[in-house]
């Protein structure tokens, strides 16, 4: 993927989960050394970079962390603002606070992609149960609340589908500050996984179809089958302006709703994620430059590698356990990423990936894995 980096340039990253895993895998190819904070004493990345065990707003963990660092990253959007602000005063941290700020607060989110013109669920803002019924009321049911904060893998949201729903909603979340979304009649999920360099260079990925159930991202193939160059042009516009306007580095996703289909199909954005991206971990096997290098090219001011497919390729999330032994070796192109995580309900413990030649052999590739898996 091009000339590695020097030998002893040390990038830092927050959180030591199974992405910032994949980022120091992905660093060992650029001649890249990296360090993870994390306050759990053995983390995922744990197995695969060196580790600082700290809490995130502990200011002597994060002076660890940065010491020696070339830049700073963060694999989750969870941490303190506060805690990325005090790193930047020290190294060059990508993406920015602000990035992060915005991510944290999904009416934030809303507040940007309304300024930037990209169709979004109608909402309403809930602050407390009084606001969750003129809420429902002006969007209609069904609607989906979720908390602004601290939302992740269906965690936060209450799918409500009568305003008698209305106390076990504000309960569920724990009657947390919300948004309110009207139900989107969706014809697919899709996500669009794009990078931007330090000197404002954009790159996609072609655009992925996502399958999600109980809020958790289960499959993801690439490409997404017959996505319509005004469908392409309006994810790709919409990854571009967000970058744009947070001067973001590294790799950001975006999330869409597909509403209609064909040529008058059209997209609603339904959230951003400014690192790289659960939808994105195709691209290890299935372009020809991953979303991990990528992020970490980005961030050093490296040139940014090849975003073109290089095969078709699929996703498939291992939610709870890993695939009993020989599963994925009875499917041709299957590689399975071990997160070393214990199982837990719930949980993602680690992913495969399938490629292929082409679409079809793909598709036959990923029903016959389905079966052997059960």
């Known amino acids: 993927m091009g000339d590695p980096h020097p030998n002893g340039t040390l990038v830092g990253i927050l959180g030591g989960g199974q992405l910032a895993r994949m980022l120091a895998q992905a660093a060992t190819t650029l001649g890249v050394r990296t360090r993870v904070l994390d306050p759990h004493p053995v983390c995922s990345a744990s197995f695969v970079c060196e580790q600082v065990v700290g809490a995130y707003d502990d200011p002597d963990a994060l002076d660890q962390l940065a010491r020696g660092c070339d830049a700073v990253t963060y694999e989750f959007e969870n941490v303190p603002v506060a805690s990325v602000e005090r790193l930047a005063t ?14 944290q607060d999904r009416l934030n989110e809303r507040a940007l992609f309304a300024e930037l013109g990209v169709a979004t669920p109608a909402f309403e803002r809930v602050d407390s149960i009084a606001d969750l019924g003129r809420a429902i009321a002006s969007v209609g049911t069904p609607c989906l609340l979720k908390a602004r904060r601290l939302g992740y893998d269906g965690k936060g949201q209450f799918l409500i589908s009568s305003p008698a729903d209305a106390p076990a909603a504000w309960d569920a979340i724990g009657r947390a ?33 996502n399958v999600h159930r109980g809020g958790i991202l289960r499959f993801s193939r690439a490409p997404a089958s ?45 959230e951003l994620a400014p690192r790289v991206h659960n939808s994105g971990h195709w691209t290890i096997e299935g372009a020809r430059t991953s979303q991990f290098e990528n992020h970490l090219r980005a961030v050093l ?34 590689v399975v990423h071990d997160y070393q995580k214990s199982p837990r309900p719930g949980r993602k413990v680690g992913h495969v990936t399938i490629t292929a030649d082409t679409e079809p052999e793909l598709d036959e590739r990923v029903e016959r894995f389905t079966r052997v898996v059960g």
């Open 90 to 103: 020290r190294v060059p941290v990508h993406p920015t606070p602000e990035a992060l700020r915005v991510a």
């Open 301 to 334: 001011g490296m040139p940014l590698g090849d975003t073109s497919l290089a095969r078709p390729s699929a996703m498939v999330n291992c939610i709870g356990d890993l695939p009993r032994p020989g599963a994925a070796a009875a499917t041709p192109g299957a």
């Open 226 to 270: 017959n996505v319509s160059d005004a469908v392409r042009a309006q994810a790709e516009g919409a990854a571009r302006a967000v970058l744009d306007k947070l001067d973001h580095v590294g790799v950001l996703a975006v999330e869409f709703f597909q509403v209609g289909a064909g040529d008058g199909a059209t997209l609603v954005a339904n």
């Open 177 to 209: 500050p919300a948004i309110l979304d009207a139900f989107v009649p969706f014809e697919r999920e899709l996500s669009v996984i794009a990078v931007r360099s330090r000197t404002g260079e954009v790159r996609c990925w072609p655009i992925t179809q």
